[in-house]
């Protein structure tokens, strides 16, 4: 039952429909939901639920509805996988592997949500607030910087997300060495 298609097709339109909802939320509530951009779930949930669970309630369903479909789609997988290998030797290689493709998309799909639950849950964020010429440590130990510029790029006005930075370019100095660019999907 658990890795029955019809079970996937409901538990992708529940996962959906509570994606779409908890979008609405989020527009109108950037800041609080931009919150678990820093934190572990497990450390914004609590306090969010106590405040406010009129904006929040659709957070565990959504990570119910999620881990239902990663169970499902492991179960489906599996048994397709197990019928396949059962037939193994009366299909041509090729064909083995041409029917096995969309079982191992489905394992890696399920290692990507294994992934992002990781990272909800036990990443570790640091946030400093920078200023041009100020000295910046980076790590626990790390090597002093100096701030030597900071460009912000806003989304443009005719954008839902006008007047929010869409990018921030820092370019850090050591004291020797090259100077060090971050910017956006290049974080140190």
């Not at 929040?56 to 997988?77: D, K």
Request: charged letters at 15%.
């Amino acid at each position: 039952l658990l890795g029955d298609t019809r079970i996937a097709f409901l538990l992708l339109l529940a996962a959906s429909s509570t994606l779409l909802t908890g979008a609405f939320y989020a527009e109108h509530n950037f800041s609080l939901f931009r919150e678990l951009n820093r934190m572990r779930i497990q450390d914004w949930f609590p306090a969010h639920w106590a405040a406010e669970p009129q904006r929040v309630w659709w957070v565990p369903l959504l990570f119910l509805f999620m881990t239902g479909l990663g169970i499902n789609t492991f179960i489906c997988a599996s048994n397709r996988v197990a019928r396949l290998l059962a037939q193994r030797k009366t299909v041509s290689t090729g064909r083995f592997y041409y029917l096995m493709t969309p079982s191992m998309i489905h394992f890696l799909f399920i290692l990507i949500m294994m992934g992002h639950l990781t990272t909800f849950t036990a990443g570790s964020w640091q946030t400093h607030p920078l200023e041009s010429g100020e000295k910046l440590e980076i790590g626990k130990n790390g090597s002093p910087y100096r701030v030597q510029e900071i460009q912000d790029r806003f989304f443009p006005q005719t954008s839902a997300m006008h007047d929010r930075i869409a990018a921030t370019r820092v370019i850090l100095a050591p004291s020797d060495g090259e100077p060090l660019q971050l910017q956006y999907a290049r974080p140190v």
